[in-house]
């Protein structure tokens, strides 16, 4: 991966907490600075607590790239989209990682801990970094979410 010093912030709740611990010693073996939002063990927690301190980061500009997990990826994309200026994915699947960032900007990628393997996880990452943004007539359709979400 050619994204070298990268920071990226990372968070998940107890039903992916071993999915971030691999995804964490991936990006850091590929020279990525990896932020860990939590949690710090596999106790039960709340998604909600954990997804908001990622996409808070982004929302505020802390961090221009984040990644989020929870056993489906559902609640920590819910979490994440209420927060302005965040566009988090829910990507199982390589295409998905690939149009996220195409044509969506995404800046979040979600995982789903329960529904896919860390095989494919990582893959999924590497893609997701990977991938740049089409600009142009994509550009102009994310900004008709500024109608939706005023700037704030
Ligand atoms: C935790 O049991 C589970 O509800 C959570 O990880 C997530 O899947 C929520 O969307």
Redesign the pocket.
């Known amino acids: 991966m050619d994204n070298k010093g990268t920071r990226i912030i990372i968070g998940s709740?107890?039903?992916?907490f071993q999915m971030k611990t691999k995804v964490t010693s991936f990006l850091e073996a590929q020279g990525l600075v990896v932020e860990d939002a939590g949690p710090g063990s596999e106790s039960?927690v709340d998604?909600p607590d954990f997804g908001m301190r990622v996409a808070a980061s982004i929302s505020n500009g802390d961090f221009s790239r984040g990644i989020l997990m929870?056993?489906?990826?559902?609640?920590?994309s819910?979490v994440a989209n209420r927060f302005p200026r965040v566009r988090a994915a829910l990507c199982g699947d390589l295409f998905a990682a690939k149009m996220s960032r195409r044509h969506n900007d995404a800046n979040i990628l979600v995982m789903?801990?329960?529904v896919i393997g860390d095989v494919l996880a990582m893959e999924i990452v590497k893609t997701w970094l990977e991938t740049p943004f089409e600009g142009g007539r994509h550009g102009l359709r994310l900004k008709k979410f500024d109608v939706i979400e005023p700037i704030s």
Do not use: E, K
Request: glycine fraction near 30%; hydrophobic fraction near 30%.
């Open positions: 709740d107890h039903a992916a039960s998604y929870c056993g489906t990826g559902i609640g920590m819910m789903g801990g329960r």
